[in-house]
């Protein structure tokens, strides 16, 4: 890859905001529009454009492959984890036991905020393996 | 020949999925489930956006069956593309 240095400087500085706004998003999941998954589609956005701006070689070696496949089996393993707290508890699977806080402040819902973050970092990781499969099929990006 | 196969088999599927729904289900005769929510959905749950209290707390199995879909979706990816490229 050959881009120019303006596309990799404005790619390098752009790429710790879209992170954050995709933290943001899934962290307010329950106060405002957003939730998990567009959460963690706007962070593998973020790794995508490291990828078409410097190059699919230099991006997995900061990103790894195998990495991000063992990321994601441990997310569902996490989320299944979660459900199984309600059984410990004698509650049914899934039950929501956190307590539920002041309504509207961003500690507040209970069981949302780690459901709702194991849910992104499953679907950024996700997304991320489909993307670098396509694109060593292809070839090139 | 092999693909007027697939077609024919995906035509018969869909025709035998859209005539096996049941039409009294779509009906607009469970309100009372949509009025529970909007009335007592953020007692019960603790959040003001409700579309989250739904899919995150009264629908988790919807939720965790959606993950298991993506992961589904990456291992099919990856069987039928992913050794051609080394």
């Not at chain 1, 190059?55 to 994601?72: A, P, S, V």
């Not at chain 2, 096996?20 to 956006?49: C, F, M, W």
């Not at chain 2, 989250?52 to 291992?75: C, H």
């Not at chain 2, 990856?78 to 490229?85: E, H, R």
Request: proline share 3%; net charge positive.
């Amino acid at each position: 890859m050959d881009n120019s240095k303006i596309i990799k400087t404005i790619a390098q500085k752009l790429f710790p905001l879209i992170l954050l706004f995709g933290f943001y998003l899934t962290l307010h999941g329950h106060l405002s529009p957003g939730g998990g998954f567009q959460g963690g589609v706007v962070i593998a956005t973020a790794i995508i454009l490291l990828a078409l701006s410097h190059g699919i070689d230099e991006t997995e070696n900061r990103f790894k492959e195998k990495h991000l496949n063992n990321i994601e089996k441990l997310a569902i393993l996490a989320f299944i984890f979660l459900g199984m707290l309600g059984i410990f508890n004698n509650y049914p699977f899934l039950k929501d036991i956190f307590p539920l806080g002041q309504r509207g402040f961003l500690a507040s819902a209970g069981m949302m905020i780690p459901l709702n973050l194991v849910i992104s970092i499953k679907v950024a990781a996700g997304i991320t393996g489909i993307f670098y499969i396509l694109v060593k099929y292809r070839g090139e990006i | 020949m092999k693909s007027y196969y697939y077609i024919t088999l995906i035509i018969v599927l869909s025709v035998v999925a859209i005539f096996s729904i049941n039409p009294e289900y779509g009906k607009l005769r469970n309100l009372g489930h949509i009025n529970y929510y909007l009335e007592n959905g953020i007692q019960d749950t603790g959040a003001v956006n409700l579309v989250a209290s739904i899919y995150l707390n009264y629908r988790t199995y919807d939720t965790l069956m959606e993950t298991i879909v993506l992961f589904m979706s990456l291992m099919g990816v990856s069987i039928f593309l992913g050794k051609k490229g080394k």
